[in-house]
């Protein structure tokens, strides 16, 4: 198995960047995973919101490993409890899908091209989380769900 996160933007700073490092050093007994950040991009200097959007969902498409499973992470999209999220990834492994990638976009969101790029979508409620805390969200819940699967003991 193996997970890749784009996510638009990088962590400033340092207690976001620590918390990802240990869920991605935690996921690497279960699954390769690797974070790639694309540069997010200021509207004003690219000639508005949509030229933003299209300027980052071209790096994200860039940065998607090409045959993999793409769930890109969005307010709309299904909300799945852990041990949900732990079966969906399970039941596509078993599908013969090894290779997923999650996407958290832009403060703007992301571009038609994206969405319609996503196999689905993940969404962790109603709320709005921030970028740099959505990617910790999405990076523990990976591991929790490889535990789950696993039936290995997890702090509850």
């Not at 999650?102 to 409620?125: P, Y």
Request: glycine share 10%; proline share 4%; net charge neutral.
């Amino acid at each position: 198995m193996r997970f890749t996160v784009i996510a638009v933007g990088k962590l400033k700073e340092r207690f976001w960047a620590d918390a990802c490092a240990e869920y991605v050093k935690r996921l690497q007994p279960y699954a390769k995973t690797i974070v790639r950040e694309v540069p997010d991009v200021d509207p004003a200097r690219a000639g508005g919101t949509e030229a933003a959007r299209e300027k980052e969902g071209a790096a994200i498409l860039g940065a998607l490993p090409g045959a993999a499973h793409a769930v890109l992470l969005a307010i709309e999209g299904t909300e799945r409890s852990s041990v949900g999220l732990s079966r969906r990834i399970d039941a596509l492994a078993l599908g013969g899908e090894s290779d997923l990638a999650f996407v958290i976009g832009g403060s703007d969101g992301v571009s038609d091209a994206v969405r319609a790029r996503a196999d689905e979508t993940l969404s962790f409620g109603p709320i709005t989380l921030p970028h740099n805390l959505a990617r910790v969200v999405l990076l523990e819940q990976l591991y929790r769900a490889q535990k789950i699967s696993r039936g290995e003991p997890y702090h509850k």
